[in-house]
């Protein structure tokens, strides 16, 4: 582990002291490589972003966002249709009942009588 940050460190010093005679020497050739290796990524990443949105179908992904859209416009139409009703109630809702659970009677303690093998 100390060995790879050994590595590590020197490779970041030369390059660090590689920019600055570079800096120091030719300041303009360094901007210009600069700027064309911030272009050639930019071209990169749209070159990317066209592939990507081209694979994904425009189509279905216009369907998607408009079916989206009128599912959150339902969602709160309903909310403030409930939230209406509501204001009108005169009397409040009953808790539902537990009648529904039971307990079963017997003897629990008693052990069942198994045959032995």
Known sequence: ?????????????FAVIGLGSYLINNPIGLFKQLLFMGAAVAAVFIIYR???N????GREKNAFAKAAKQSKLRAKKRKSATQSTNHFRSRPLRKRSTAHLTVIEGKKSKKKDRAIF
């Not at 081209?54 to 179908?57: H, K, Y």
């Open 1 to 13: 582990m100390k060995v790879r940050n050994w590595i590590v460190s020197g490779i970041f010093i």
């Open 50 to 52: 066209i592939w990507t």
């Open 54 to 57: 081209r694979s994904q179908g």
